[in-house]
């Protein structure tokens, strides 16, 4: 089977060594998404840029936006999703992050874990989530 690496185009991924996903035939695998850009104006190092901070709703949508356009990227939908993962900074978010990920996944129904963690890479991040899809072929 042949091996994808899908790119977010974030430069620290060759610095660190991984890819946004990889696909390996069927399976695709998402590495933990936060809600970042990268922004590298006015500056020789890019810099992430937190998106929504202090909402961990609209950071949990940003998210799935992402993660979204990584699957389409190697031909795939939510729909395709059959795991996700959900590390949170604070789980009294669970409701706010669970109603987001319910307007992805609400008829999808991936099985789902989420966890509190002590932090994420910066303190105005609080969730990232990683997912795990597998891409069936659809009967006519």
Do not use: C
């Not at 978010?93 to 996944?105: K, L, N, P, Q, S």
Request: charged fraction near 25%; hydrophobic fraction near 40%; glycine fraction near 6%.
């Amino acid at each position: 089977m042949e091996r994808q690496n899908i790119s977010s185009g974030a430069p620290w991924e060759a610095t660190v060594g991984y890819s946004r996903a990889v696909r390996v035939g069927p399976f695709i695998q998402v590495a933990g998404t936060t809600a970042t850009s990268t922004s590298s104006a006015q500056s020789v190092t890019p810099q992430r840029q937190p998106i929504a901070p202090h909402d961990p709703y609209g950071q949990t949508i940003a998210i799935l936006e992402k993660i979204q356009q990584a699957l389409a990227e190697a031909g795939a939908t939510m729909a395709d999703v059959v795991r996700t993962r959900m590390y949170v900074v604070n789980i009294e978010d669970w409701e706010e992050i669970g109603r987001a990920h319910g307007e992805f996944f609400r008829d999808i129904r991936p099985a789902a874990t989420m966890v509190e963690v002590s932090r994420l890479i910066d303190p105005e991040l609080l969730v990232e989530i990683e997912v795990d899809a597998i891409m069936i072929e659809k009967e006519d």
